[in-house]
C-alpha cells in the first residue's frame, strides 16, 4: 500500500513536466515560425535565468552584471563565423563557453573581494564595462566587434553534417536546455549545493564550520558563468545576430 501511494505522489509530482512536455515538444512540427522562433528564445532566456538563479537564488549573491557572460559567448561566436570565417559549430560553441567562463572567473577574483551592496555595484560596473568595450565604435575594437551596429549573418549551425533550420534548431535547444537543467539540479542537490544555500542563509555560521565560504562562492560565480555562455552561444545561432 506504501508503494502505490509512493508510486501515485511521484506520478502526481512530476505531471505538471508531462503535460507541458507533451504540449512543446510536437509545438515545433505544426506552429508557425514565429511561434517556433518564440519557443527557441523562451527555452534561452530560461537557461540564462537558472544560471542566474544559481548566484542569487541559491548562494545569495546579487549578481547585476550576469548578462556580460551571455552577451561574451554570443560575440565571440558572431567574431569568429564573421571575420575569421570559421563556421564549426563545435569551434565556435567551445569559444564562446570558454571565453564566457574565463570571464567569469575573473570577475568573480575582484567582485568577491567584496560583498552585500558593494559586491552589486561592483557586478553592475563590470557587466556596464562589457557593455560599452563591445558597443564602441572607435578603433579597431568597434570593426571587430560592429559596434552598436553589431554583427549579423551568422547562420543555424551544421553539425555532423546536417544544417539545422528553425524547427530543427527549436529541438537541438530543447535537448540542451534539458541536459543542462538536470546537470544544475544534480549540481544543487549534491552537497556542494547543500553548503552553498547554507553560506546564503548565514554565511559566518557556515564560516564557523570549517567551510571556505569564498572558494565555495567562487565557484558558483564561475558555474554561473559557464552555463549563461552555454545560453549565449544558443542564443547567437537562433537569432544569427548581436546587437
Known sequence: MEDQDGKIKFFLKYLPFLIVGAIIIPLPLYADL???????????????????????????????????????????????????????????????????????????????????????????????????????????LGKL???????????????????FEAESYCYLTMVVVCIASFVLNRFLKSPFGYALQGIRENEIRARSLGYNTWFYQYVAFVTGGFFAGIAGVLYIYSVSYTH
Do not use: C
Not at 552584471?65 to 571575420?83: E, I, N, Q, S
Not at 560592429?146 to 546536417?162: N, T
Open 34 to 140: 514565429s511561434l517556433v522562433s518564440l519557443l527557441t528564445k523562451i527555452l534561452i532566456f530560461g537557461l540564462l535565468v537558472m544560471s542566474l538563479d544559481l548566484l542569487v537564488g541559491f548562494t545569495g549573491l546579487p549578481a547585476f552584471g550576469h548578462a556580460a557572460f551571455f552577451g561574451l559567448a554570443a560575440y565571440t561566436v558572431a567574431v569568429l563565423y564573421k571575420h575569421f570565417n570559421i563556421t564549426n559549430f563545435w569551434v565556435n560553441a567551445t569559444a564562446g563557453v570558454l571565453m564566457s567562463t574565463l570571464t567569469s572567473a575573473f570577475f568573480g577574483l575582484v567582485a568577491l573581494r567584496v560583498s552585500g551592496v558593494y559586491f552589486l555595484l561592483i557586478t553592475l560596473a563590470m557587466g556596464q564595462l562589457v557593455y560599452g568595450v563591445v558597443h564602441t565604435s572607435i578603433g579597431p
Open 145 to 163: 566587434t560592429g559596434g552598436s551596429d553589431g554583427l549579423a549573418g551568422v547562420s543555424f549551425p551544421e553539425i555532423l553534417g546536417y544544417t
